[in-house]
């Protein structure tokens, strides 16, 4: 059943709006297998959430003004770039959210993600002209240069759908001198090209100062009449300069750059026309790949609950079958090796703290995984390395967890092969290196709506609190009662469930197929 009354979207939907209907009112899309579920409904209403405060770009008159120029929204753009009905992965759609204070600045005011052109998986990066005219943030330049490096680190070709005035002038301290600033984008622009990876850029509007060289350092560039313009200097600086009155459109527009300068290489009527011989370009690129995909046996319903990590594992991987290494040994960490979209993948999974035998499991198998060309997959739920601190942790000290611990580290650290993240529920302590958190250089990390990182989970912060606040009232002479109710954590009733079971966890078995 939907949810009624008071919906979970608030302070999206009205009053007594139900999560479905305030999803038609914003032309949200739905995602019918999540729907019904608790989790589904989580990510629901953060899709509304985005559709009503990141997805529209700049406020109203912004849009009006853009639309009246005969210019599509950027998302308009991207969306008619990209081959019909294929999705698009966009990246940091909430960038920037309160971050200005009162200045609103939607996703950064640029669009980047990973879209399929012409069969060719790219990597897009869309100024928005409706967000502070497209100017950059220090935000919206870090956006930039993450979404070059995902293309450089994954040979991905890069289409630049250009429409900005440059650097944001009030904040140029934080956006142009320094080595990850703007100049770092054309910087990237020049290694990707020396290594094969295809630039396309697309003047939609204006393109100015340093903001000039992405066309004219891209391999092919395309721009649309008497809408896009280039120019190392706008008029008002020729006119400082020189005293010398000129028009955007005959310093720097289409037609000066097509037939006189040869900066760009195609010439567009409009933002239709400029899509589509952008999508041309890619059709050269030589690119293609076709690879069979089997679809997986089991559907995405109701993970909300507790489970095994195996269960996550059969609704990712292509047909649900999922070799597994060393399955009685270290049961606490999931090795194996699947498929994913018919590329080959191990797959690295939490199933409770991680001991010796399961960091020296996981160690082998980064290794195997690096001699064999084979990338990645870490799906990261974990309490810390050695778990909370109690009678019997003295135990796994003493048997070496740091040094065994630290050479699964040094294996993460060293792996020479796309390593891809997905926390799906708590990444707390060593434990987050040792699942290659943020710090050992993922490709991608993803985080579940429910997952947390932190030092320590709530209740071991707490524990330790009060133990350093009793010891310290007791070195002054004063007496001190601490009461903390809690329920016994996972970790120590996984430690507990080991001893019982003559240091083996007995975790039920998989599914038949996996």
């Not at 409009?270 to 059709?283: F, G, W, Y």
């Not at 090796?337 to 690295?348: A, D, K, T």
Request: with cysteine; net charge positive.
């Amino acid at each position: 059943k939907w949810m009624t009354g008071t919906s979970l979207c608030a302070p999206v939907c009205q009053p007594g709006e139900t999560s479905y209907s305030c999803c038609l009112r914003h032309n949200t899309s739905v995602s019918w297998s999540f729907a019904p579920s608790p989790r589904g409904v989580a990510v629901f209403c953060l899709t509304c959430w985005f559709s009503v405060f990141a997805n529209p770009g700049g406020g109203e008159k912004a849009r009006r003004l853009h639309t009246s120029r005969g210019k599509l929204l950027p998302r308009e753009r991207v969306d008619r770039l990209l081959d019909p009905g294929t999705p698009f992965l966009e990246f940091s759609q909430f960038a920037a959210h309160e971050l200005y204070g009162k200045e609103e600045v939607p996703a950064g005011g640029i669009l980047t993600g990973i879209g399929r052109v012409s069969g060719v998986e790219c990597v897009v990066v869309a100024n928005d002209a409706t967000v502070k005219g497209g100017t950059y943030y220090p935000i919206t330049v870090k956006k930039h240069l993450r979404a070059q490096e995902i293309a450089q680190q994954n040979h991905l070709p890069c289409i630049y759908l250009v429409d900005s005035g440059g650097a944001n002038l009030p904040r140029q301290a934080d956006v142009f001198p320094d080595r990850d600033h703007f100049g770092r984008i054309f910087y990237n622009q020049a290694r990707m090209s020396s290594k094969g990876i295809a630039q396309i850029a697309v003047v939609m509007g204006s393109c100015t100062a340093g903001g000039a060289y992405v066309p004219a350092m891209a391999d092919e560039s395309i721009i649309v009449r008497k809408q896009g313009t280039i120019f190392l200097g706008g008029p008002p600086l020729v006119k400082a300069a020189t005293g010398e009155e000129v028009s955007a459109e005959d310093l720097g527009g289409a037609d000066l750059h097509c037939k006189k300068s040869g900066v760009t290489d195609h010439y567009a009527l409009d933002d239709n026309h400029a899509l589509h011989l952008a999508r041309k370009a890619v059709r050269g690129l030589n690119y293609r790949k076709n690879i069979e995909v089997s679809q997986w046996c089991l559907h995405a319903e109701a993970l909300w609950i507790c489970f095994l990590c195996v269960d996550v594992i059969a609704r990712i991987v292509d047909g649900s079958k999922f070799d597994e290494f060393k399955a009685f040994y270290g049961d606490t960490l999931v090795t194996g090796f699947s498929r994913i979209f018919g590329y080959p993948v191990g797959i690295i999974g939490n199933n409770g703290v991680l001991f010796s035998e399961s960091a020296k499991k996981g160690t082998h198998f980064i290794e195997l995984c690096c001699q064999r060309n084979i990338p990645l997959i870490f799906l990261q739920n974990i309490t810390g390395q050695s778990g909370r601190l109690t009678s019997f942790s003295q135990e796994y000290e003493a048997g070496g967890i740091a040094k065994d611990g630290a050479k699964m580290v040094t294996a993460v650290a060293c792996a020479n092969v796309p390593k891809i993240t997905v926390i799906i529920g708590g990444s707390y302590g060593a434990g987050n290196y040792g699942m290659c958190g943020r710090a050992y250089s993922p490709r991608f990390l993803y985080m579940w709506p429910n997952s947390r990182i932190s030092v320590m989970g709530g209740e071991q912060a707490a524990t330790v609190l009060a133990t350093i606040t009793k010891d310290q009232r007791a070195r002054e002479g004063k007496e001190v009662t601490i009461r903390i109710n809690h329920p016994v954590c996972a970790a120590e009733s996984q430690m507990r469930f080991r001893r019982s079971a003559g240091g083996t966890v007995n975790i039920p078995k998989a599914p038949p197929h996996l």
